[in-house]
């Protein structure tokens, strides 16, 4: 019940092209989802997040959507770029936990130029 | 200023050794954490302290000995260490209560030989 199943493993995306993530989850009484963005060497920093009271929210080129009765939400870079090369983890708390994030296995996108 | 600053950036140590990771943040945050990230994999929860008080410990193992001596600082004491703790500690703090979004430093490198 405390899972986040994060797809795929890995993905590759030609430079211009839209990167799609797909996270799931059980526990409905999660209240917060995020995604980091890891670079090699790097600790993991804040993409963009989103409360379930919203289907959608788009920072730029970063868009999450979230579908509260299948208990999925997903990533959409679009236009992707080399520089967007990362891995990626989604991730969910609630607020009873103290907001503890339960984290996704992680995404490896390369953008090819 | 967003920064959670850690040092040292590297660290070599043997099994008998002791040393301690350092990580500082001036965003008045009071909750601080430090997480233990294998390669490949998604960060893990170590410790979380809440307004200076230890509140969580995901039953790690007493080799690993967490400090808090004031809001902006937070030490990981470490002894008698072995190989598979080989990992990057990465430190994180967010605001106690409401707002989620944790800040991490860019990890310390910890080689155990």
């Known amino acids: 019940q405390q899972q986040v199943k994060q797809s795929p493993q890995s993905l590759i995306v030609q430079k211009g092209g839209i990167s799609i993530i797909n996270c799931a989850y059980e526990?409905?009484?999660?209240?917060?989802f995020p995604w980091y963005q890891q670079f090699p060497g790097k600790g993991p920093a804040l993409l963009i997040a989103i409360r379930p009271d919203v289907s959608e929210k788009k920072e730029g080129r970063f868009t999450i959507s979230f579908n509260k009765s299948a208990k999925q939400f997903s990533l959409h870079i679009m236009d992707s770029q080399p520089g967007d090369s990362a891995t990626y983890f989604c991730a969910a708390s609630r607020m009873d936990s103290n907001y503890q994030l339960i984290w996704g296995a992680g995404t490896k996108l390369i953008i090819k130029p | 200023d967003t920064e959670v600053t850690q040092t040292p950036k590297h660290l070599v140590m043997g099994m008998t050794n002791k040393k301690s990771l350092k990580c500082e943040q001036h965003m008045g945050h009071r909750a601080m954490y430090w997480y233990k990230q294998k390669a490949k994999k998604p960060p893990e929860l170590m410790f979380v302290?809440?307004?200076?008080?230890?509140?969580i410990n995901e039953s790690v193992p007493s080799r690993f000995s967490p400090e808090c001596p004031n809001s902006s600082l937070l030490n990981l004491h470490l002894h008698a260490l072995q190989p598979e703790d080989s990992a990057l500690y990465l430190c994180?703090?967010?605001?106690?209560?409401?707002?989620?979004?944790?800040?991490f430093g860019q990890g310390t490198r910890l080689t155990v030989v």
């Open positions: 994180a703090s967010s605001q106690a209560n409401g707002n989620t979004e944790a800040f």
């Open positions: 302290y809440s307004y200076e008080k230890l509140s």
């Open positions: 526990n409905t009484a999660f209240d917060y």
